[in-house]
T-cell receptor, first 114, second 111 residues
Framework: DAGITQSPRHKVTETGTPVTLRCHQT?????MYWYRQDPGHGLRLIHY???????DKGEVSDGYSVSRSKTEDFLLTLESATSSQTSVYFC?????????????FGDGTRLSIL | KQEVTQIPAALSVPEGENLVLNCSFT??????LQWFRQDPGKGLTSLLL?????REQTSGRLNASLDKSSGRSTLYIAASQPGDSATYLC??????????FGTGTSLTVIP
């Protein structure tokens, strides 16, 4: 399995609080991604990074920010969490942006916002 | 906007049967298509990746095909086993490093 660790694995918090999820990789891959998975929607891309300090938006980026200060860490922040952001969040990595490179996923973080 | 559809949503088969899972997409301007399996409470495991210039890829008992012009891909599983029970997802990659996933087919292989 690809060396991807997501933390925390589970979190329950209240509406309006800030939340930060962490993705840590040991593969030295250049690209990192954050997705959310909701019933009936499949996985949707939130943000991705193509290098240290280089990030871009995905399909559902509103309400989320990201940071990547080191190759191995990609942080997803919900500045003021809302109930609609209750979801399972997955981090993924790929070695490069080449089209022959598959994505590999972490085990996810289950986030509940009350 | 790209739409990725997987039908059926659920499938049950007896052990040993060969089966085909379907994935369709509305925009043929894709770079690649990737098949994953997801076990309950787990992340996604990459199975096969087919680039847009390829027609098929094989790994063990799995064979994935791609017909980009018609917007279809199939995942063929030979001689199914109970351990193959999982949800199978397909995803397409488009320009701008955007990825679109289907909602998956939940497969149960009955011993």
């Amino acid at each position: 399995d690809a060396g991807i660790t997501q933390s925390p694995r589970h979190k329950v918090t209240e509406t309006g609080t800030p939340v930060t999820l962490r993705c840590h990789q040991t593969e030295n891959h250049r690209y990192m991604y954050w997705y959310r998975q909701d019933p009936g929607h499949g996985l949707r891309l939130i943000h991705y990074s193509y290098g240290v300090k280089d990030t871009d938006k995905g399909e559902v980026s509103d309400g989320y920010s990201v940071s990547r200060s080191k190759t191995e860490d990609f942080l997803l922040t919900l500045e003021s969490a809302t109930s609609s952001q209750t979801s399972v969040y997955f981090c993924a990595i790929s070695e490069s942006g080449h089209t022959n490179q598959p994505q590999h996923f972490g085990d996810g973080t289950r986030l509940s916002i009350l | 906007k790209q739409e990725v559809t997987q039908i059926p949503a659920a499938l049950s088969v007896p052990e040993g049967e060969n089966l085909v899972l379907n994935c369709s997409f509305t925009d043929s301007a894709i770079y690649n298509l990737q098949w994953f399996r997801q076990d309950p409470g787990k992340g996604l495991t990459s199975l096969l990746l087919i680039q847009s210039s390829q027609r098929e890829q094989t790994s063990g008992r799995l064979n994935a095909s791609l017909d980009k012009s018609s917007g279809r891909s199939t995942l063929y599983i030979a001689a199914s086993q109970p351990g193959d029970s999982a949800t199978y997802l397909c995803a397409v990659r488009q320009p701008g490093n955007q990825f679109y996933f289907g909602t998956g087919t939940s497969l149960t292989v009955i011993p």
